[in-house]
């Protein structure tokens, strides 16, 4: 049937800010149903506390309301609107929490609002394990034996009934919190007590841990009609016992037989039909036996848009959140188009002819002392995604994107040999054990160890040995005597041209050159759905190594975007929001957009952001080749953060034009001699320097400068390895330590300025003229991370005299650097003397916050000047500035609660809310205030 007439407006509730658990995935599912209720004339209203996503920009939605997700807010908009429905499931945990909250408060009965695309039912019987487990049994689907426990006692009990090991599972909360294996009763009491302090009801699920069986997942939609799609299989490379989020996975699934799949798929729709009557998204998750009988047992399911939504959507190219959002207002998925074919409906299952890799990518560094050991309870703070023709192609490629200084699986020169740190390492599953199960075929550990001690199927594992015995290939030869085949073997298998240079013992340059002189070249592949039976409409690619180009180049001008890769702590959706306006601002000054990324969580890497997408590694070999197939007029690098930044040196010595601020000015603002010379010559302030390359030379440095001292390396962000130090033996340890993780890196080390106030100011320039677009002071004096800070825009006190210093400084800098763009520079204020810290002339992580505060697309104004289609004086500046918005940090502490929770210069923080006060006799200010300045003096 048609959409129902009654819907006129819906209220979208978003999932608040970034937290290990609930990420930006959701702020992609968010977006996606916004854009498509609004294709259907449906008004959107839209509330999410997090200033950092697209999700929360103006272009998104009709209404945005930058508030806290609480009960009052939701009254607030009801008071302002006329809302006929809520859709809860695109906000992960938080959005349905929020819903679930208001129903029980009788908030959508009294202002007469319908709640869509969800069942409170259904979501009742999925979180009450008992209830759960009970329908499981009635519908003959198999379960682990589980029990619930509400209190310490009954998991006692439990426990002695199951035996070890036991699984813990908190109810009602995100990203497993709370969850852990147990092996023996040493460490159950005190995980027991952890798991019911978490649960918001006190209360946990205990099963019986399914160690070593073969983790899998299917995401469906269901219409009302009760039509139900399977839009995707997920096989987890690692084990269960391991949460999904921190799994390797792979699509379509690799390993199951072809009669397994089809029960798992009558056992999903089933589990599905079961739980309610609803029409919108579900994800479901088996165990399955690691023998051949297969046998299969329901782990969860989770009947709205989940974390693995926007995965598979991006796999496979069919937007799940869009026909989810238009599920919910009434439509059957036959009277829906695929968007990508533009032919075929929606109840058309997606078909690959590629395999899928997403790796996650975790943050430990920044953690120091934390549990490196995955289980049950999620530790990463973002992912990767790799498609290529076959598994060992998009599983280089997904190595290739992680910016974990390797040039992917293998052949770069940093195996680990150490027999026993290898078996270690198998047997305590962490961020690295991929390359150690590398490691350990190569180093002949007998596929039998390897899998006793990881349990990952031996299809897999034979996968890696291949790559192995193909690297001994190609070291019997050199670059002049490699035979054509071999090559060519090698780049389909997903090599880089780096990883061959390594085993030929060559450059990668020499690589590069000899391949396109076979006539060995990249070509670029639709994600179409449908495994090319239908012609797809959207321009969505991937590249590997066969004959025919897919991929038609237009004679439009065009522009390439370079995205910032995977999420991390210190370069998070931030600047994925500000790649989405500079591929939106390009549009309208008439480009075709090249968007480049990596990133599956994203609103960049939809199929509907820029002209064309490609889904690949932001890695030099992959960029260089699309840059030769596009011949864009140039590559924007100021938005993608340090990701796109550390390639502005190769692309300007290959030729490439850099939109904007020049390679020059960029490595000036990074090269501290250079900029300090700059900052000297113009009488400008800065707190006193030196830059060193080892411990001998810091030692002998710091005699001059005085402790207490700032030590970092450059070309970092978000304070990576930044460290104060107080004396010399501290001093020479952190240094030691930087280069032993690090390498040959520039390390500077600043005179600290202790007691100072931070602020921070970020501007456009278009090369003559600079617009200051905000200043933010920090609540915490000197010495916490920018990031990691309270901070008030405008600011709260630092008075006219201050103020005109900053303004002053801001413009001479942003004049000097010849920016053309965004610029960013950090100030630390002492005795009303104002010193520079550091600038950047990028797109920095305030630049969403000021925007959001001020109700102005920074962003599109700032790209328009990068590309010379706009200069300043043709913008209408007009910012909202009523009253204080302050930026609140969100850590994600309680997944290391073995760590201490201390600050420093080094980020922390994975996400942010933003709060608005009118005054500063604000009780929320106050508090802050307080709390967060250690010199409080009125």
Request: with cysteine; proline share 4%; hydrophobic share 40%.
């Amino acid at each position: 049937m048609p959409k129902k007439d009654s819907i006129k407006s819906v209220l979208i509730i978003g999932s608040g800010p970034i937290v290990i658990g609930q990420a930006c995935e959701f702020d992609y599912s968010g977006s996606q149903a916004a854009q498509s209720l609004r294709e259907e004339g449906i008004e959107v209203i839209l509330i999410n506390s997090n200033p950092a996503t697209i999700m929360t920009d103006r272009v998104v939605a009709d209404h945005v309301y930058l508030k806290p997700l609480e009960p009052e807010s939701i009254m607030e908009i009801l008071e302002n609107h006329q809302v006929d429905a809520v859709l809860p499931t695109m906000g992960g945990q938080t959005g349905l929490n929020l819903a679930i909250k208001c129903e029980e408060m009788g908030i959508w009965s009294d202002y007469e609002v319908e709640m869509i695309g969800v069942d409170i039912n259904a979501i009742e019987i999925t979180e009450n394990r008992e209830q759960f487990r009970s329908l499981m049994e009635e519908i003959g689907v198999g379960m682990a034996p589980q029990k619930t426990a509400k209190s310490f006692l009954e998991g006692k009990e439990i426990a002695q009934e199951f035996g070890f090991p036991l699984c813990i599972r908190a109810s009602y909360t995100l990203g497993g919190a709370g969850a852990s294996v147990v092996h023996s009763q040493d460490e159950f009491d005190n995980l027991l007590d952890r798991g019911l302090k978490l649960s918001p009801i006190h209360e946990v699920m205990i099963d019986k841990a399914l160690m070593g069986w073969k983790e899998f997942e299917l995401e469906l939609l269901r219409d009302a009609n009760d039509n139900v799609v399977i839009i995707c299989s997920i096989e987890n490379f690692d084990p269960m016992g391991i949460h999904t989020g921190d799994s390797i996975t792979v699509a379509p699934a690799m390993t199951l037989s072809d009669t397994t799949f089809q029960r798992m798929r009558d056992m999903a729709i089933k589990m599905m039909r079961s739980i309610g009557n609803f029409a919108g998204g579900c994800n479901v998750q088996f165990a399955v036996s690691p023998d051949e009988k297969e046998d299969i047992i329901a782990i969860e399911i989770n009947p709205r848009v989940s974390r693995s939504s926007a995965l598979a959507s991006k796999a496979t190219g069919y937007p799940i959140a869009k026909i989810a959002a238009k599920l919910a207002i009434g439509y059957h998925l036959d009277e829906l188009n695929n968007q990508i074919t533009g032919t075929t409906s929606a109840l058309f299952e997606p078909t690959l002819d590629y395999v899928i890799v997403k790796i996650p990518r975790w943050n430990f560094n920044k953690f120091p002392g934390a549990d490196r050991r995955l289980g049950l309870q999620m530790k990463s703070v973002g992912e990767v995604m790799g498609i290529g023709r076959s598994f060992q192609e998009a599983l280089q490629k997904a190595c290739q994107s992680l910016e974990i200084n390797r040039n992917g699986l293998g052949a770069d020169g940093r195996e680990l040999t150490d027999q026993n740190a290898i078996l270690h390492s198998l047997e305590n599953p962490s961020w690295n054990r991929l390359f150690h199960v590398y490691d350990a075929i190569k180093l002949g550990i007998p596929f039998k160890t390897i899998f006793e001690k990881t349990k990952i199927d031996v299809w897999f594992l034979k996968q890696i040995e291949d790559l192995i015995k193909l690297e001994r290939r190609i070291e019997k030869h050199h670059l002049e005597n490699i035979p054509e085949a071999l090559l060519f073997e090698a780049k389909q298998k997903g090599y880089a041209d780096r990883q061959i240079a390594h085993l030929l013992r060559c450059l990668e340059s020499e690589v590069f050159k000899k391949r396109n002189d076979l006539g060995i070249k990249r070509v670029y592949k639709l994600v179409d759905t449908c495994a090319a039976e239908f012609e797809a409409q959207t321009p969505y690619y991937y590249s590997t190594f066969e004959q025919e180009n897919e991929s038609q180049v237009s004679d439009r001008k065009k522009v390439v975007v370079l995205g910032s890769g995977p999420n991390r702590i210190g370069q998070g959706i931030e600047f994925d929001y500000s790649c989405v306006h500079g591929v939106l601002a390009a549009k309208e000054c008439g480009y075709e957009t090249v968007m480049i990324n990596c990133n599956p969580e994203t609103v960049s890497t939809d199929f509907s952001t820029a002209d064309k997408l490609y889904f690949e590694p932001v890695f030099w070999e992959h960029i260089y080749d699309i840059i030769l197939h596009e011949k864009p007029v140039g590559v924007i690098v100021q938005l993608g953060g340090q990701t796109a930044l550390k390639l502005a040196e190769k692309l300007n010595r290959y030729g490439i034009k850099i939109l904007g601020t020049s390679f020059d000015a960029l490595d000036l603002a990074e090269d501290r001699g250079r900029f300090s010379r700059l900052l000297e010559e113009h009488g400008i302030l800065f707190p006193k320097y030196g830059v060193v390359e080892d411990a001998e030379q810091a030692l002998e440095l710091a005699d001059d400068l005085g402790f207490p001292l700032l030590v970092r390396p450059s070309y970092v962000l978000g304070g990576q390895k930044m460290k104060i130090v107080i004396n010399k033996e501290e001093l020479e340890h952190h240094v030691v330590d930087i280069i032993g993780e690090m390498g040959e890196n520039q390390i500077l080390l600043d005179h600290f300025l202790g007691g100072a106030i931070e602020a921070e100011a970020d501007a456009i320039c278009d090369g003559t003229d600079v617009h200051i677009i905000g200043v933010m002071q920090h609540i915490e004096p000197a010495g916490i991370h920018s990031g990691d800070s309270y901070a008030v825009l405008p600011p709260y006190n630092l008075g006219d005299f201050v103020m005109q210093q900053i303004e002053d400084i801001t413009k001479k800098v942003a004049l000097e650097l010849k920016t053309v763009g965004l610029l960013n520079i950090q100030f630390a204020i002492k005795d009303d003397q104002v010193y520079v810290i550091e600038a950047n002339p990028r797109a920095s992580r305030t630049v969403p916050f000021i925007a959001k505060a001020y109700d102005e697309p920074y962003v599109n104004f700032a790209t328009k000047v990068m590309l010379g289609e706009a200069k300043l004086k043709d913008f209408n500046f007009n910012p909202r500035k009523e009253g204080y918005a302050i930026k609140i940090p969100v850590f994600s502490f309680e997944k290391f609660p073995e760590v201490k929770k201390e600050l420093g210069p080094e980020m922390k923080s994975t996400g942010e809310g933003i709060y608005f006060i009118e005054n500063l006799k604000d009780p929320f200010f106050r508090k802050v205030y307080s709390e967060r300045n250690m010199h409080l003096s009125r």
